[in-house]
């Protein structure tokens, strides 16, 4: 069963934007992972958060964790049209990987 | 270094024939994963192995679908006979052990007819 809900669905927004994306999980995890997919490609690893961190920056990504909410978030700063993808979350636990359903961003030039 | 390399990239065939996928993974990596992918959904594993042996199959369905690892390098994905809702992007990935980031080939996308 999928344990990831992203949410929203999917997020139109212009350049230079910021866009969030959230994800709910149910059960405990090891770890909570972020992948991009671009239409018609395969998966790229965005990041990688573990149970006891809090928060997580690489580059203009920003991952935050609250394991008592079961959430996550996924902020992506100064947004450009080529980050126009189908971001999953996904949950680690014990050595699986669960993927949710996917936030399809745009951004428009 | 080079990527997960899968083959063929599309397939279609008709109901009840038989499909093959093949796997090659970034060398080092002892974690092989199989996902499947329906349009509009996200991954959902099928297979995981670790060296050669499985650690995970529990969502394969054994009655048509069925992988190997030989030599615990490359992969093969089989589906015998195929139907219709077996459509769908066929994803390999690899890890270099079962708690690290996954990298994924490209997919093969197979129609079934």
């Known amino acids: 069963s999928q344990q990831g809900e992203e949410d929203p669905q999917a997020l139109s927004i212009q350049e230079g934007e910021n866009a969030t994306m959230n994800c709910s999980y149910k059960?405990?995890?090891?770890?909570l992972q972020w992948y991009r997919q671009n239409s018609g490609r395969g998966l790229v690893h965005l990041i990688l958060?573990?149970?006891?961190?809090r928060e997580k920056h690489s580059g203009r990504l920003r991952v935050t964790l609250d394991t008592s909410k079961k959430s996550s978030s996924l902020l992506i700063t100064a947004s450009r049209a080529a980050d126009t993808a189908s971001y999953f979350c996904?949950?680690?636990?014990?050595?699986?990987?669960?993927f949710g359903e996917g936030t399809q961003l745009t951004v428009n030039p | 270094e080079a990527g997960v390399a899968q083959s063929p990239r599309y397939k279609i065939i008709e109901k009840r024939q038989s499909v093959a996928f093949w796997c090659n993974p970034i060398s080092g990596h002892a974690t092989l994963y199989w996902y499947q992918q329906i349009l509009g959904q996200g991954p959902k594993l099928l297979i995981q192995?670790?060296?050669?042996?499985?650690?995970?199959d529990s969502q394969l369905p054994k009655d048509r679908f069925s992988a190997e690892r030989l030599k615990g390098v490359d992969s093969t994905l089989k589906i015998q006979p195929a139907k219709l809702e077996d459509s769908a992007v066929y994803l390999c990935?690899?890890?270099?052990?079962?708690?690290?980031?996954?990298?994924f080939g490209p997919g093969t996308r197979l129609t079934v007819l």
């Open positions: 996904a949950t680690g636990r014990n050595s699986r990987l669960t």
């Open positions: 192995f670790q060296n050669n042996g499985v650690v995970d």
């Open positions: 958060i573990r149970s006891n961190e």
């Open positions: 059960t405990s995890i090891n770890n």
């Open positions: 990935a690899s890890s270099f052990t079962e708690y690290n980031e996954q990298f």
